[in-house]
């Protein structure tokens, strides 16, 4: 059971847009609209973004959205807000009622 | 409102057993709607989802720890816990307890955490 792929960092300016992608398989994010997005911020606990792929929470930011083509899966912010500094996993369901994560991506407010 | 709450010892020596406890308030235990969960992160790594447990007995672990794990629930208590034995250095983690709906698979409610050092 291998970890999705994530970017190590990704940046960008306030105001402007930013997409973090999550690679996996036929396996996992190929196969399942069940990918589910976290925010962490420094000693603070995950907090869940979009699950069920692209659906929010309530509570979270329209700013945040998620998509999938094939076996990548995407989380966009937009409008990048400093409070947006974050640690952020992705997590794909693989089949027997497992689950998978990402290597998590730190996103830099420039 | 659903809370967690992640307990047990901070050091652990190496091949001993790692013991942790996670008490639920704010919801019962006995409810059908959740399967209770571990998930740890891994220092300089990402976040590695250990198992899961329901109020009925399913569980479902991790392949990589299942040999060496053991997840288990006192509705009594309302607290679950965490059982890893022959641990080693690479199972030094923040450990976290979480919520997963039931029939879905992601995590809604999380603990603070707790550190935990496998060290002599």
């Known amino acids: 059971q291998s970890a999705l792929t994530q970017p190590a960092s990704v940046s960008g300016s306030p105001g402007q847009s930013i997409t973090i992608s999550c690679t996996g398989t036929?396996?996992?994010?190929?196969?399942?609209?069940?990918v589910s997005w976290y925010q962490q911020h420094p000693g603070k606990a995950p907090k869940l973004m979009i699950y069920?792929?692209?659906k929010r929470p309530s509570g979270v930011s329209n700013r945040f959205s998620g998509s999938k083509s094939g076996n990548t899966a995407s989380l966009t912010i937009s409008g990048l807000q400093a409070e947006d500094e974050a640690d952020y996993y992705c997590c794909s369901y693989a089949g027997s009622s497992t689950v998978v994560f990402g290597g998590g991506t730190k996103v830099t407010v420039l | 409102q659903v809370q967690l709450q992640e307990s047990g010892p901070g050091l652990v020596k190496p091949s001993q057993t790692l013991s942790l406890t996670c008490t639920v308030s704010?919801?019962?235990?006995?409810?059908?709607?959740?399967?209770w969960s571990w998930i740890r992160r891994l220092p300089g790594k990402g976040l590695e989802w250990i198992g899961y447990i329901h109020s009925s007995g399913y569980s479902y672990y991790n392949p990589s720890l299942k040999s060496r794990l053991t997840i288990s629930v006192d509705t009594s208590e309302n607290q679950f816990s965490l059982k890893l034995t022959s641990v080693t250095a690479a199972d030094t983690a923040l450990y976290y307890c979480?919520?997963?709906?039931?029939?879905?698979?992601?995590?809604?409610?999380w603990g603070q955490g707790t550190l935990v050092t496998v060290s002599s």
């Open positions: 704010g919801v019962s235990m006995s409810s059908a709607d959740y399967y």
């Open positions: 979480a919520t997963k709906p039931n029939s879905l698979y992601h995590f809604d409610y």
């Open positions: 036929s396996s996992n994010v190929g196969s399942y609209n069940l």
């Open positions: 069920e792929g692209s």
